[in-house]
C-alpha cells in the first residue's frame, strides 16, 4: 500500500550574513520500506535520529531531498494536498499543541468532516457534518454532548482521542501515529493503543507507528524498522527483531527497556 524508496531529507546548516551552506544534517538518509494493508508498521529509534522527519515527508509536510514514496504504487508528489490528506493523515504526540484551543470540539473534528465532503464534491450540508462529527466522537469513546466545549477541559487521553477522530474524519486508509501515547499517563496510554487497534480491525486501516518506547511497538506492531542517525539499521517481524537482534544498537535499545523491577528499584 505505501512504499518509501530511498528516501532522502537532508536540511541544511547555514552560517553568516550570507546564510552560506555550510554543512547539512542528514535527518533521513536513504530509507526504503514497505507497509501493506492491514498493517501495523513500526519505526523506532533514539531522539534525533529522523522519524518525525520521515512521518512528515510522507504526509507531505515536507518534500524530499530525493527518493520517492508511492501510494498503491501512485508517486504522492504528483497528488494534490486534498488527495493526499484523504489517503494518509497523522496524529500527532502531543494533543495539547495541535488542537486550536480557541475552537470548539465540534469545530475541530467538523471541519475536517467539511473539507472531505467538499472534496468528494458532495452537498455539503450542516446537518450531516453534525450527524457525522457524533459518529466520530462515539467511535472514538468520546460522549456526543461535547461538541460545544473547548480543548483545555479535556484530559490528555481524551485529547488525543479529539485528534484521532480528526485524523477520521477524512476517511483515510492509512494514520502515521507519532509518538501517539508518549505524552500520556501509563494507565491511558493502554486505553489509546487499544483503542488504535480496535480502529484497525473495524476501519481497516493500517498505521505507521512512530515509537522510542519498545513496549508500545510491541503492543501494537507486526512489523519493526529500527533507524538510526537517519538509516534503518535492522527490521523485521516484532518476534525476529526482539528476540535475535542482529545489530549492536537494536540491542542497546531492547537493554534499555524498563522492566517492572528496575522501575521499582528507582
Ligand atoms: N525543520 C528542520 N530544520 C532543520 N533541522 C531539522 C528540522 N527538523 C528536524 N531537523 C533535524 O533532523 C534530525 C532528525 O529530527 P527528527 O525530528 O526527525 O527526529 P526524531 O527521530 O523524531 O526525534 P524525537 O524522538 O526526539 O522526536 C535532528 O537532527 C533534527 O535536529
Ligand atoms: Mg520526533
Not at 458532495?122 to 457534518?129: A, D, L, P, R, S
Not at 485524523?167 to 507519532?178: G, S, T
Not at 509518538?179 to 500520556?184: D, G, R
Request: hydrophobic residues 40%; aromatic residues 6%; contains cysteine.
Amino acid at each position: 500500500m505505501l512504499k518509501v524508496d530511498n528516501l532522502k531529507k537532508y536540511f541544511p546548516v547555514e552560517r553568516g550574513v550570507f546564510r552560506r551552506v555550510i554543512d547539512y544534517v542528514r535527518a533521513v538518509d536513504g530509507i526504503s520500506f514497505e507497509i501493506k494493508k492491514g498493517e501495523v508498521f513500526a519505526l523506532v529509534g533514539e531522539s534525533g535520529c529522523g522519524k518525525t522527519t520521515t512521518a512528515k515527508l510522507i504526509v507531505g509536510l515536507f518534500e524530499p531531498t530525493d527518493g520517492k514514496i508511492f501510494f498503491h504504487g501512485k508517486d504522492i508528489s504528483l497528488l494534490k494536498r486534498k488527495e493526499l490528506a484523504r489517503k494518509i493523515q497523522i496524529i500527532f504526540q502531543d494533543p495539547f499543541a495541535s488542537l486550536n484551543p480557541r475552537l470548539t470540539i465540534g469545530t475541530i473534528v467538523g471541519e475536517a468532516v467539511k473539507h472531505r465532503l467538499e472534496a468528494t464534491d458532495e452537498k455539503v450540508k450542516t446537518k450531516k457534518i453534525k450527524k457525522e462529527t457524533r459518529e466520530l466522537l462515539n467511535r472514538v469513546g468520546l460522549p456526543v454532548n461535547i461538541l460545544n466545549e473547548y480543548p483545555h477541559q479535556f484530559s490528555g487521553g481524551q485529547r488525543q482521542r479529539i485528534g484521532i477522530a480528526r485524523a477520521l474524519a477524512m476517511q483515510p486508509e492509512l494514520i502515521v501515529a507519532d509518538e501517539p501515547v508518549s505524552s500520556l499517563d501509563i494507565s491511558v496510554q493502554a486505553q489509546i493503543l487499544n483503542l488504535l487497534l480496535d480502529l484497525r480491525d473495524s476501519l481497516d486501516l493500517s498505521y505507521l507507528l512512530i515509537a522510542h518506547d519498545l513496549n508500545v511497538v510491541r503492543f501494537l506492531a507486526d512489523r519493526v524498522a529500527v533507524m538510526y542517525q537517519g538509516k534503518i539499521v535492522e527490521r523485521g517481524s516484532i518476534r525476529n527483531v526482539y528476540e535475535d537482534p542482529r545489530h549492536s544498537y537494536t540491542k542497546k535499545l531492547l537493554e534499555a527497556i524498563p522492566t517492572l523491577e528496575t522501575e521499582t528499584i528507582k
